[in-house]
């Protein structure tokens, strides 16, 4: 595996690469949902890509970003593992300079998860932009855990570059919680209340399947209300195509399927966690 820090350089390489890219940017603290992301890439190139850079634009909270999880060492030995052909690991000097092109997310980056985290799309849009740029992938992979990113960079990037957004499914642990670096704050009691999350969207699911009538906002407040220890911020249910933009379908991203997604965030101590269901 080759580690490139270096803007001019990453530039040389990738634009002398002659074969099928494939990207996957990450923010490091890796954990078996990174992992499911570079295994999914690795199916459709002859060359992976990954990155690692944790991002200070996409962070509301000072204290959110400082206390983000770092394990360098561990997190190559999981790219090496992974079998990722170069990593590009850049000084965020040589990222957030006077040079870096803001890329607006405009309505779509203020609604729902962005109505709590103002300017956290604009954030996350700005650097993945700036990523295409340098590296110019073929295919790029991302968590529909992180739904709302997801559907952004679709429409607001892919097109732009002639990138192929590829979603992958979220991966969870034993007891249904979304993997997620956040994770690691928690201690194991902490674990087991977080995830209730996933447990009512579950159980929603199942009941959804027997009667599709049911008032999906009434469940889950009941259901959530149950759970003393988990302070759910937000419960907001909207059909993807609130995405749609010019000619460019959100549909087109799940196989041609609008998808209604049921959204959920809610902090357990001080961390904050999120999780969604996608209906057919």
Same mark, same amino acid.
Not at 16 to 40: A, D, I
Not at 169 to 192: H, M, P, Y
Not at 194 to 209: H, P, R, T, V, Y
Not at 222 to 235: H, P
């Given at each position: ?6 803007? /001019? ?5 990738? =634009? ?18 990174? #992992? ?46 992974? =079998? ?6 850049? #000084? ?10 803001? @890329? ?8 729902? #998860? ?13 650097? @993945? ?26 429409? /607001? ?8 957004? @590829?979603?992958?499914? $979220?991966?969870?642990?034993? $007891? ?15 674990? /087991?209340?977080? +995830? ?6 579950? +159980? ?13 906002? $009434? ?11 988990? /302070? ?27 998808? $209604? ?9 001080? @961390? ?9």
């Amino acid at each position: 595996m080759k580690i490139i820090k270096s803007q /001019k350089e990453i530039i040389k390489y990738c =634009n002398n690469l002659k074969t099928t890219t494939s990207f996957v940017p990450t923010m490091g603290s890796l954990h078996k949902g990174h #992992e499911s992301l570079l295994k999914e890439a690795r199916k459709k190139c002859d060359f992976l890509i990954s990155s690692l850079f944790i991002n200070p634009l996409q962070f509301n909270n000072p204290d959110d970003l400082f206390n983000y999880p770092k394990n360098l060492q561990l997190d190559i030995e999981i790219f090496k593992k992974n =079998n990722v052909d170069l990593l590009y690991i850049p #000084e965020q000097k040589e990222i957030i300079n006077s040079d870096l092109k803001k @890329v607006d997310s405009g309505q779509g980056g203020k609604i729902l #998860e962005g109505e709590f985290r103002p300017g956290h799309f604009d954030g996350v849009l700005t650097i @993945v932009n700036k990523f295409f740029e340098l590296i110019k992938p073929d295919y790029a992979y991302f968590g529909i855990k992180d739904l709302q990113q997801l559907c952004l960079i679709f429409t /607001k990037l892919s097109h732009l570059h002639k990138t192929k957004i @590829v979603p992958v499914e $979220t991966v969870r642990d034993s $007891t249904g919680l979304a993997l997620s670096s956040r994770n690691t704050l928690l201690n194991n009691n902490e674990k /087991k209340i977080a +995830s209730k999350i996933f447990e009512g969207l579950n +159980s929603l699911d199942q009941l959804l399947k027997k009667n599709d009538s049911i008032n999906i906002e $009434t469940f889950l407040k009941d259901f959530y209300r149950k759970q003393e220890l988990l /302070k759910v911020e937000y419960i907001l249910i909207k059909k993807l195509s609130i995405f749609n933009e010019n000619s460019i379908n959100i549909s087109d991203l799940f196989g041609g399927i609008d998808y $209604t997604a049921v959204m959920v965030a809610a902090k357990v101590g001080e @961390v904050r966690l999120i999780d969604n269901l996608l209906i057919k």
